[in-house]
């Protein structure tokens, strides 16, 4: 999940753990895509789209989250 040759901030891993973070903060532990996109780019100062659909896709699998048009939220 994390290649030696980038930057640990910007793994789908560590995005994970952000998103993770976020819906944990977040009322009702949900949020749509563009709020948690937004919260991303303050901690992170850049996200990008493939490492945020990675992360998406990792956690969605391993059960942790899962969508509700338009939200995000943990189970």
Same mark, same amino acid.
Do not use: C, W
């Given at each position: 999940m994390i290649n030696k040759d980038e930057k640990i901030i910007t793994s789908p891993t560590y995005i994970g753990y952000l998103i993770?973070?976020?819906l944990k903060l977040?009322?009702?532990s949900k949020? +749509?895509?563009y709020e948690m996109v937004?919260?991303?780019k303050e901690? +992170? %100062?850049m996200v990008?789209?493939?490492q945020f659909m990675f992360s998406l896709?990792?956690?969605y699998?391993? %059960?942790v989250i899962d969508f509700a048009e338009p939200y995000i939220y943990k189970k």
């Amino acid at each position: 999940m994390i290649n030696k040759d980038e930057k640990i901030i910007t793994s789908p891993t560590y995005i994970g753990y952000l998103i993770l973070k976020k819906l944990k903060l977040a009322e009702d532990s949900k949020m +749509t895509l563009y709020e948690m996109v937004e919260k991303l780019k303050e901690d +992170t %100062g850049m996200v990008h789209y493939r490492q945020f659909m990675f992360s998406l896709i990792f956690l969605y699998q391993a %059960g942790v989250i899962d969508f509700a048009e338009p939200y995000i939220y943990k189970k």
